[in-house]
């Protein structure tokens, strides 16, 4: 476990609601003695301008890695970039675009390729998805749920896979519970989130051939910034303060507490370690113990 000071951060992804938070403050758990595990290293995180992906790329500039992030706002790039600089860490190179495409993947693989021409780490922790009734939802938020998470994540893979497998380097997808836990009232996001599991255990196959570790994250609910805005929209209908909602929410999922982006950047640096390199194809869950089944 780290111990130790936290400096600053928080911003939002949720799993079950789309909203547009605004930056929040960066968090970051620091260990006494911060070693330079990953200095000289270049690592990508898409979704890197908020939330868990932006507490990921601190938690990699704070062991002295180069951080990339790309995301679809530059203004919130800059900011995420900014925090994460405040710390004393590497500021991270930004890259905006629409990864929804493969033109916009395709721009994070040139800038990387040529300012840094390697990659040693790619975290897809982009894309968050629509919950709602299955009859009320249209195609297009089927579509745009796959767009993002899913085929950004298949296609900065495919992308950037030769720069992986000559780093002999690490992926990471941040995927979600709700892969395990399907959901009447999450339907997409449980169907992308499973597509993606399935994704990372193939992949792995070939991971396995080109010395590319590849696994992923299944996060719980994680405080963030779009959490706190929806707890904010609960308190404002419910006449409670954001506390209680938020004590609410824990008992309900039957938790001792939220999660925090920091504990998913701590696995998240475990599995890119050279520790976890007999850790292949696997999906771990970073959820309080909230995952009732086995699986």
Known sequence: MLRG??????????????????????????EPRMEQTFAGKVVVVSGGSRGIGQGIAAAFAARGAQTVL???????LHLAADAIARTG???????????RTEAGCKAVLEVVAAKFARCDVLVNSAGATRAGAFLDLPDAAWQDGFALKFFGCVNLCRLF???????QGHVVNIIGGAARTPDA??????????????????????????????????????????????????????????????????????????????DVAALAIFLCSEAARHIQGTAIAVDGGGTPGLY
Do not use: Y
């Open 5 to 30: 000071s936290i400096v600053h951060l928080r911003r939002g992804n949720v799993r079950n609601c789309r909203l547009h938070a605004a930056p929040v403050a960066l968090r970051i758990l620091k």
């Open 70 to 76: 790309a995301a679809s706002s530059l203004a919130n």
């Open 89 to 99: 860490a590497l500021r991270p190179e930004v890259v905006a675009g629409d990864l």
């Open 161 to 167: 896979w030769p720069l992986l497998k000559d780093a």
């Open 185 to 262: 009232g999450f339907l997409i996001g449980g169907s992308v989130n499973a597509a993606m599991h399935n994704f990372t255990k193939g992949l792995s196959g070939l991971g396995k051939r080109d010395g590319v570790n590849v696994n992923a994250i299944l996060p719980g609910l994680t405080e963030t910034g779009r959490v706190a805005q929806l707890f904010q929209q609960r308190a404002a209908a419910s006449g409670r303060t954001m506390d209680e909602e938020r004590q609410a929410q824990v008992a309900r999922e039957g938790l001792n507490r939220l999660g925090q982006p920091e």
